[in-house]
């Protein structure tokens, strides 16, 4: 979402210098008129700038609270899960990386040793080359036949950039 605000700032002093261009192509105005033109038009391009730098800084100080509230989601949703048994050794994950949309994925496989059909719940922590946490999610893998493994892909709510890991934050068969 900030690349979109990132990329606005140079559309904007692109169309204030377009402004100021035409502006001097005219035989209406004087030279002083195109002058005041041109400055009006680059001080809504500084303007335009400027907001798009607020709308970042506003956008990281959030990312905090987005953070702690997709972790406390996914602790709601494994919490809501009765009976479930820790079935964390039974999950293995892939080699995470980046879909076209730039969100992180990862597959995601479960190994049934029960004698029935299983579903699992698997909370899965993106994190950067340097553990910090960057998004968790929680996917599910339903009706996993007994003695079979099931398959499924996390993928994270986030952008993500550069050398990313994931690893199992909890599981449960149930």
Not at 4 to 13: D, K
Not at 27 to 32: F, I, L, T, V
Request: proline fraction near 2%.
């Amino acid at each position: 979402m900030a690349s979109g605000w990132i990329r606005g700032v140079p559309g904007a002093v692109l169309a204030a210098l377009v402004a100021t261009g035409s502006a001097g192509c005219t035989n209406d105005g004087s030279p002083s008129d195109t002058a005041s033109k041109a400055a009006s038009a680059l001080e809504s391009a500084a303007s335009a700038a400027e907001s798009a730098g607020s709308a970042i800084a506003s956008a990281a100080s959030q990312a905090p609270e987005v953070l702690a509230s997709a972790t406390a989601e996914a602790s709601k949703q494994l919490d809501a899960i009765k009976g479930g048994i820790d079935a964390k050794d039974e999950v293995t994950l892939g080699k995470p990386s980046t879909d076209s949309e730039g969100h992180g994925t990862v597959q995601v496989s479960a190994r049934n040793t029960d004698t029935s059909a299983r579903s699992f719940a698997v909370q899965v922590d993106f994190q950067d080359s340097n553990g910090k946490l960057l998004d968790t999610v929680v996917v599910t893998l339903s009706d996993v036949a007994a003695g079979k493994t099931g398959q499924g892909t996390a993928r994270s709510t986030r952008e993500m950039s550069g050398a990313i890991t994931a690893k199992v934050g909890r599981a449960l068969r149930y």
